[in-house]
C-alpha cells in the first residue's frame, strides 16, 4: 500500500469533499456498491436477502451481512413482512443526495476507476 499523500492517492481523491467521505465510509465493497446502485435505480424496491442477492448477483450470506450493515449504518430501512424481513433505501433526503450523485458521477469512466480503487483499498474487493 503507497504512502497516503503519494501521486496516486491524490490523483483518486480528487473529487467532491462530502463525495469522497460517503465513499470511504459507506461504499467499502462491490456487494455494498451494487445494493447502493440498484435500490437507488429503483427507488420504490422493498425486498428480501434472497432476492436482493439474485437481482445484485451475489452470494445470500454475503447480501445479508452487508444489508445489516447499511442498516445500522442509516443507509438502508429495515421492515418486517410477515416473518421475512425486508429492506429498501432510506428515505433521509442527504444521504439520498449522496447516494444520487454517487451513481450519476458513475457514469464517467474516470470517476468509476476512482471508486474502484477506493473499493480495494477498504479491502472490499469481494
Not at 467532491?16 to 465510509?25: C, D, G, K
Request: net charge negative; with cysteine.
Amino acid at each position: 500500500m503507497e504512502p497516503p499523500n503519494s501521486l496516486m492517492s491524490d490523483i483518486m481523491d480528487d473529487m467532491e469533499p462530502s463525495l469522497l467521505s460517503f465513499i470511504r465510509e459507506h461504499v467499502r465493497s462491490f456487494p455494498r456498491w451494487d445494493l447502493l446502485r440498484f435500490l437507488y435505480q429503483n427507488q420504490s424496491t422493498s425486498d428480501t436477502v434472497e432476492n436482493l442477492a439474485r437481482y445484485v448477483g451475489r452470494r445470500v450470506e454475503r447480501i445479508e451481512t452487508e444489508l445489516i450493515l447499511m442498516t445500522k449504518e442509516g443507509l438502508l430501512c429495515r421492515d418486517e413482512q410477515g416473518s421475512d424481513a425486508v429492506y429498501s433505501l432510506t428515505q433521509d433526503p442527504e444521504t439520498l443526495a449522496l447516494i444520487g450523485q454517487l451513481v450519476s458521477a458513475s457514469q464517467e469512466r474516470t470517476f468509476r476507476m476512482k471508486l474502484v480503487y477506493h473499493i480495494l483499498r477498504a479491502g472490499g474487493n469481494e
